[in-house]
């Protein structure tokens, strides 16, 4: 009876089956029960399949790359990370102030998800960038260690210790460690980091679709040669989908006028991390406005870079479309500062608040201002900037 029943349900699944042996209907009987949950199964497989498909074929609608900018008060630490979770930071904030910079970060990296930092660019050793290091890897796991190579202030005052103690961090052997030349292509994942500069050498070659004569060459000045670790600043171009984001760390503007002059080598940028954190012996118009950024954040402290002339150079840059800072620039006043909204610690605070860039492989982003939390939505340029 019971098998007669079964039997008639198969048959009303569309098989025409009968079974000389009960053995072999009950087996039918059980995958038919089944049946439902296969089908659940294999739909669920199709659609991540579609889905993996859809990321391939149409980046635009894939997760976005997000990127801190921390409040180091004037030094600089940008922490970006990828829509799989790997992340990069470049530099780690000062020495000292009881943990103050690498708790920053760490609430950034909370912040993103993520556990643990892959890569920590150093751009080169004076205390706002390296100093920050030894409390960092107290605070978080880091994987890659990525320099310049040897310190070239081995005399100067305020570098050494700061050095000195990043080498004993490295020396511990549980960190791999780095050291690129210009041109060399960065190992991590869901971002393609190019070396612009590092240890005073500058890329050589221009980029594809680069190489057009630079008209700001004729019209700045030369700049004098800066004798400390700042020009030897290890510098990247990282691109993600069609973004292209540059930091330079605090590379001094004759070094700008090598990488820039005759020939634009980089092409046009969207997102410029001013260097220097806008200090006027950086962020000459041979640069900056040669590379016409979209938008340009500069990490500057209330007393630290945020100089008049280099916030007048990036206000002044075709095609930008806003200008963010940290800080307000008390040397700058309110004639040469971004409006208030631009600005994550308002004049005469110091509450730690940061920036955040949403990117979208597409070129559209966000900008997140923390103290009004606030974001600002720039839409997709065309045409492309390269
Ligand atoms: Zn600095």
Redesign the pocket.
């Known amino acids: 009876m019971e098998f007669k029943d079964r039997q008639a349900q198969i048959v009303g699944y569309g098989g025409a089956a009968t079974f000389a042996r009960p053995e072999l209907a009950r087996a039918c009987v059980r995958f038919q029960r089944r049946l439902p949950l296969i089908a659940a199964a294999v739909l669920a497989l199709l659609l991540a399949v579609g889905a993996s498909l859809t990321y391939a074929a149409d980046p635009a609608d894939s997760k976005p790359l997000q990127i801190y900018f921390v409040d180091v008060e ?3 630490s940008t922490l970006f990370v990828t829509p799989d979770g790997h992340s990069l930071l470049i530099d780690a904030g000062w020495p000292g102030n009881d943990f103050r910079d690498a708790d920053r970060i760490a609430a950034a990296a909370h912040d993103a998800g993520i556990q643990k930092i892959d890569f920590v660019i150093i751009t080169h050793y ?1 205390d ?2 390296v100093g920050g290091v030894p409390q960092l890897v107290q605070r978080i796991p880091v994987g890659t260690f990525i320099d310049h190579g040897a310190n070239s202030e081995p005399d100067g005052n305020f570098s050494k210790n700061v050095y000195g103690a990043y080498q004993q961090v490295l020396a511990t052997g549980k960190y791999q460690h780095i050291t690129p030349k210009p041109g060399d292509k960065l190992p991590i994942p869901g971002l393609n980091v190019l070396v612009i500069s590092a240890d005073g050498a500058v890329l050589q070659a221009p980029l594809p679709g680069a190489g057009q004569p630079n008209p700001y060459c004729a019209s700045t000045p030369v700049p004098p040669a800066d004798k400390t670790e ?1 020009p030897r600043s290890l510098g990247t171009l990282i691109t993600f989908g069609q973004i292209r984001i540059l930091d330079l ?2 590379l001094t503007a004759e070094k700008e006028r090598d990488l820039m002059c005759p020939n634009n080598r980089l092409g046009k940028i969207d997102i410029f991390i001013a260097s ?2 806008g200090t006027e012996s950086s962020d000459s118009a041979v640069l900056v406005h040669a590379i016409s950024p979209r938008v340009a954040i500069v990490d500057n402290g209330a007393k630290k ?1 945020g100089s008049p002339s280099v916030l007048d150079t990036i206000k002044s840059s075709p095609g930008l479309a806003g200008m963010w800072q940290l800080h307000y620039s008390e040397e700058s006043g309110d004639s040469h500062n971004a409006p208030a909204q631009y600005i994550a610690n308002a004049k005469g605070t110091e509450t730690g608040a940061y920036l955040k860039l949403t990117v979208k492989p597409d070129r559209s982003f966000t900008v997140y201002n923390s103290r009004t939390k606030e974001s600002k939505e720039l839409a997709v340029a065309t045409p492309s900037r390269k």
Do not use: L
Request: no cysteine; proline share 0%; net charge negative.
């Open positions: 004037g030094g600089q004076h706002d960038h700042n760390g605090d220097h954190h870079g």
